[in-house]
């Protein structure tokens, strides 16, 4: 399920419900990588840019490779998100 196309002009990937190692809902394009925190964040530029090594997208949590998974409608209905218009992968 994805959400918006990636607002960078220049990237066509989709912003994807993401469940990190803590079990916390974010957002990140499927292209560039980015992360929003929040769906509000989108529009609003804030976003962060994980990278090597850590990887970090807060003080609490992480996106390493291999420790996060798209999340699923129950994941985004925990959320609080689930009212949001989701859209199905093609
Ligand atoms: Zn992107």
């Known amino acids: 399920m994805w959400l918006v196309e990636c607002p960078s002009y220049w990237d066509q990937g ?4 993401l469940v990190v190692e803590t079990g916390k809902v974010v957002l990140m394009c499927d292209s560039c990588g980015v992360v929003w925190h929040t769906p509000a964040g989108i529009e609003e530029f804030e976003h962060v840019a994980p990278c090597e090594p850590d990887w970090s997208i807060d003080q609490d949590s992480h996106v390493r490779p291999g420790t996060v998974r798209w999340a699923s409608p129950a ?3 925990s959320a609080g998100w689930g009212e949001l218009k989701w859209r199905e992968l093609p």
């Open 75 to 77: 994941d985004v209905t």
């Open 14 to 17: 989709l912003v994807r419900p």
